[in-house]
């Protein structure tokens, strides 16, 4: 099922519904090490909250290094030229594919399992209060739609929102 692990936050004490969405990356239903074709990504895309939707991407690199780009036949912005190989970015990819839908994706690199630095935080922050000011759809991922995303919800003063 795509988007995978897909919950709606909202601003701890307020019950204001907001369009603040945490989910895993495209394909994660598939496994943690599953190629993902673009097909899987066309579902997790028709899957978004709305027309116009933000997407604040954490992904960057597992432990080991490799990219969390790899399973893709596009890729993210600090991706190595080794790693890019004639790929186009994902911002790219969705122009080319789903440009009606005029979805935005803003990337913030992360290491899965590690804590997010200060300045990651603030950037995402500045995103988000933006964005929800703008009357934005945001949809925060990361590689499980759990750990990261979960860490940045909390730190940023939301709390997930029950309500469907």
Not at 148 to 157: I, N
Request: proline share 6%.
């Amino acid at each position: 099922m795509e988007p995978y692990r897909k919950r709606r936050w909202r601003k701890t004490g307020s019950p204001e519904r907001i369009a603040f969405f945490t989910c895993a990356r495209p394909g994660r239903s598939l496994g943690s090490t599953q190629h993902v074709s673009d097909d899987i990504v066309h579902k997790w895309v028709k899957g978004l909250p709305g027309p116009h939707t933000a997407i604040i991407s954490l992904l960057g690199r597992k432990p080991n290094g490799t990219s969390e780009f790899s399973f893709y036949t596009f890729c993210g912005k600090d991706d190595t030229p080794s790693e890019v190989r004639g790929k186009q970015l994902w911002q790219s990819w969705l122009d080319r594919h789903h440009r009606k839908c005029g979805i935005t994706v803003i990337e913030h690199p992360t290491t899965d399992f590690q804590p997010i630095t200060e300045d990651t935080l603030k950037g995402i922050a500045r995103d988000v209060e933006r964005l929800l000011s703008e009357g934005r759809a945001i949809v925060l991922i990361d590689s499980g739609g759990q750990t990261r995303t979960s860490t940045v919800c909390k730190r940023l003063g939301f709390t997930e929102d029950p309500r469907t």
